[in-house]
């Protein structure tokens, strides 16, 4: 039968509408080098020795590099266009590149990297975000992002970037692979462009722990040798209590692992806050001149510091480039470049102080075969184009565990551990500076029972949900016994296992929380209380107890909004009415 031309109109038609429809609804389509890279290019090692000597020891490797480093013949862009303009390109290739490829490893492009590599989102409104492979959806983390996308997407065997304020670990536990940040000064930073030079490193990303670790034998020029086990593996225990998903998750996995390999007896518990208050005396200082008042840990102060020092680097590095060309820049990057204006020369050398000191510390209490294991972040990875990541809450409690290495200058490995709801969790493990090597040779040896050990407690939780929820309301009502028989520690025991075997549960926070307020810890009480609210918004009690904790640390005007919304909820309640009304009273007083 012959076609009717109007058909085929008809049908030609109804095929570009898809087109279209197609195209609206999925807006970012995914490249087939997920747009990791911004150069392809090729340097080829040079030929093998003749026998009997050995093979270059990274023969038949193949790796990427951030736009940070300089290629011969190539402008090195920075993550924006305009830089790239306003450069020549790299007479000579960068002191570590040249280094690989001798090693026998071939350089196949420059990736991708945030605007100035300045951030730690991956995201880069002029060359395209490098798609995650893991999940498109969420942002790749950076400031490598592509070096650490090119990786997870196996498009080479391992990758470089820059580690200053997370540049690599981020990435790397956003795109679950491994990420290396060496001890601060321990690669040659030669022909790489200066983001922040106090805090600085090259860093490499691997999915093959055993690539990681040749890598960085041919980096660190260290001969392989005889390996060293830990003799203590400290579980930094406040620092997981940041995490946004359950603590177990990640903590679990690193002590049944840690059990297997080297014993139980290796495993110690440390509260960093309260170790970093007695051996960083400056922190206290820091603390009086920059809260206005408000109480912070000592992990949120060093995030504080940490960015400081960024900032301050970086703006001496690039303010004439940036005042000269005048180039488009995100507005919350062009308002922190004011901001480090106000700074004081005296602050800027309390930083510097702290900085001093973090290394004596971590130092101290790594000795030669320590490791410390904290998160690598905070949270999931956000979602692209996502504001939880410009929050005060998301910048303090991620860039406080990523300080801990950058500000001490000790070496950190970021670790994936599966995956959570879909989305890849990672731990990092820190040595003392200087301890690079001990530190690969713990990774290659955990990697495996790391792995095994996720594996099976994803597989244990799923069949053991049931059981963990009823066990969880048996210790919720041991707690509200030893409550009412004044036994607040002893309730708060019982609260933090039903915390521990269902983290979803609103009443067991806000419960915990009334056990604080008697105890006179109104921080953990508020902390625990705003955990109530964010799992159920119409938790009337966990409002009235954070108003009376927020009342008690002085913050008057958010112990009012609380006041107001528990009425709000609950409109007869007495409470809530004279407790706003008295603040109300005490605030306009001009407290």
């Not at 995201?123 to 995650?132: A, F, I, L, V």
């Not at 983390?141 to 070096?147: E, L, R, T, V």
């Not at 409690?397 to 959570?420: D, E, H, K, W």
Request: aromatic fraction near 8%; hydrophobic fraction near 40%.
């Amino acid at each position: 039968m012959a076609s009717n031309p109007a058909n085929l109109w008809v049908l030609l038609g109804l095929g570009l509408a898809g087109i279209c429809l197609f195209t609206k609804k999925f807006k970012k389509v995914i490249r087939e080098d997920f747009g990791a890279f911004i150069h392809k290019l090729q340097l080829l090692p040079p030929p093998q020795p003749a026998p009997p000597k050995a093979p270059h020891p990274l023969t038949g490797l193949n790796f990427a590099v951030s736009d940070l480093f300089d290629i011969e013949g190539y402008v090195t862009g920075f993550g924006h266009p305009d830089w790239a303009k306003t450069h020549e390109a790299a007479s000579r290739t960068s002191v570590v590149v040249s280094t690989l490829v001798e090693g026998g490893a071939t350089c196949v492009g420059k990736t991708v990297i945030d605007e100035l590599a300045y951030s730690i989102t991956g995201e880069n409104k002029h060359y395209g975000t490098p798609t995650n492979p893991v999940e498109p959806a969420r942002v790749p983390g950076g400031s490598s992002s592509g070096a650490a996308v090119a990786v997870a997407a196996n498009l080479v065997d391992f990758s470089l970037g820059v580690d200053t304020v997370g540049g690599v670990r981020v990435p790397a536990g956003f795109c679950g692979i491994i990420g290396f940040r060496p001890s601060y000064g321990a690669i040659s930073k030669i022909g790489v462009l200066p983001v922040s030079v106090s805090l600085d490193t090259v860093g490499w990303f691997a999915k093959d722990p055993n690539i990681l670790r040749r890598v960085g034998h041919v980096l660190l020029q260290s001969a392989f040798g005889g390996q060293r086990s830990p003799r203590q593996i400290i579980m930094a225990d406040d620092c997981f209590q940041l995490l946004k998903i359950p603590v177990d998750r990640i903590a679990q996995v690193v002590v049944k692992s840690t059990e297997k390999h080297f014993g139980r007896q290796l495993l110690k518990h440390e509260i960093l806050d309260v170790y970093l208050n007695s051996k960083v005396p400056s922190l206290k200082e820091f603390h009086n001149k920059k809260t206005n008042g408000e109480v912070k840990t000592s992990i949120k102060l060093l995030a504080n510091v940490m960015q400081l020092l960024h900032r301050y680097e970086f703006r001496s590095n690039h303010e004439e480039w940036i005042n000269t060309v005048k180039p488009i820049l995100e507005p919350n990057f062009s308002a922190q470049m004011n901001e480090i204006m106000e700074l004081s020369d005296a602050e800027i050398e309390l930083c510097k102080s702290i900085r001093e000191e973090m290394r004596l510390a971590i130092n101290s209490l790594l000795k030669d075969d320590g490791i410390l294991v904290v998160p690598t972040t905070a949270y999931l990875p956000p979602k692209l184009g996502g504001k939880e990541i410009l929050s005060e809450e998301y910048q303090s409690s991620s860039f406080g565990l990523l300080s801990i290495a950058s500000l001490s200058g000790c070496c950190q490995v970021t670790v994936p551990l599966g995956y959570y709801n879909k989305y890849p969790v990672s731990v990092s493990l820190i040595a003392r500076h200087g301890s690079d090597r001990f530190l690969l040779d713990t990774v290659q040896t955990m990697y495996k029972t790391l792995q095994e050990q996720a594996e099976t407690y994803v597989n244990s939780k799923s069949s053991n949900k049931d059981s963990r929820e009823n066990s969880a309301e048996m210790a919720k009502e041991k707690g509200n016994q030893a409550f009412k028989e004044q036994q607040w520690q002893k309730a708060i025991s019982y609260y933090n296992e039903a915390i521990k075997l269902n983290d979803k549960n609103a009443t067991y926070y806000s419960n915990r929380a009334a056990a604080y307020l008697e105890l006179g810890s109104f921080q953990h009480a508020e902390a625990d209380c705003s955990n109530a609210i964010n799992l159920d918004k119409k938790n009337v009690k966990a409002y009235l107890r954070r108003g009376t904790a927020r009342e008690m640390l002085g913050y008057y005007k958010d112990a009012i909004e609380d006041f107001k919304y528990a009425l709000v909820l609950e409109p007869t309640n007495k409470r809530a009415s004279l407790s706003a009304e008295r603040l109300q009273k005490v605030f306009a007083a001009g407290y």
